[in-house]
């Protein structure tokens, strides 16, 4: 049974840069309850850009933060659910530009979240991207600028089973280790998405002081696929503890 909605929005002008990456890395950050998800064998992290748009939480909005950038790191785990397989994803780090926000990411889910000065360009034509349009999310770090960027080419196309696309776009559960051990789940839902292939991905990141030493080599080098997926409404229903 579905639990009551948490979190309303628009995620739209989704920047997904994926890196294959050893299992190993990531072992340390699966929630107790799940286990890695991977796609033909290859294990993800994405780098993750979006605006958050007309936010709601438990149907109210909130002055002044209703639209905002994220930028995420995230990986892919699994749980055998009553439902069968339910396949989520776990953030490794979440920069938003609001102090609140990060305040309520980390005192209700436990999520790591922190607040950063963000910006961001999307050249869009109301809800859709023309062929070079280029979409950035950037944040400053002291005295450093990070940015996540693309440019799209052709026209988007709805997303084939079995793809790379899929695989990194329809997990509708999040996981959030918590500080006992234990672990809680909880359901994200939006209709499937049409993507955008991208002749230019790049992400200028300081990633040793961003998301630790052990990620600096992994995300140094160029992405194994990029994508700018166009995102849609999204409910993030309130979490349950699994284990």
């Known amino acids: 049974m579905s639990t009551a909605p948490f979190l309303s929005a628009q995620w739209r002008f989704l920047v ?3 890196y294959e990456v050893d299992p190993g890395l990531l072992r ?3 929630p107790r309850g799940t286990e890695l998800d991977t796609w033909y064998g290859r294990t993800y992290v994405s780098v993750v850009g979006f605006l958050f748009l007309d936010t709601r939480v438990l149907g109210m909005a909130i002055p002044f933060h209703r639209d905002f950038e994220e930028v995420n790191l995230r990986f892919y785990v699994k749980r055998q659910g009553p439902d069968g397989w339910r396949r989520g994803v776990v953030f490794i780090k979440e920069v938003v530009p609001r102090w609140a926000i990060a305040t309520v990411a980390r005192v209700v889910y ?3 979240c922190v607040a950063r000065p963000m910006s ?3 050249d869009r034509t109301g809800d859709s991207l023309a062929a070079g349009a280029h979409v950035e999310y950037s944040w400053r770090a002291g005295e450093s600028t990070h940015r996540i960027h693309a440019t799209v080419e052709g026209e988007s196309r709805p997303l084939v089973s079995g793809s790379e696309e899929e695989f990194i ?3 509708y559960w999040g996981y959030v280790a918590q500080r006992d051990g234990g672990c809680v789940e909880y ?3 939006h209709p499937s998405w049409r993507v955008w ?3 230019e991905a790049v992400l200028e990141c300081d990633a040793a002081r ?3 030493p052990a990620f600096a080599e992994p995300l140094a080098g160029p992405p194994r696929s990029a994508f700018v997926a166009g995102g849609s409404g999204v409910v993030a229903r309130r979490g349950t503890r699994i284990c």
Do not use: D
């Open 16 to 18: 997904m840069l994926n």
């Open 28 to 30: 340390a950050f699966v």
């Open 110 to 112: 436990n999520e790591r």
């Open 120 to 122: 961001h360009r999307v």
């Open 169 to 171: 776009t329809e997990h």
């Open 187 to 189: 359901q994200v839902e």
């Open 197 to 199: 292939q991208t002749r």
């Open 210 to 212: 961003v998301y630790g």
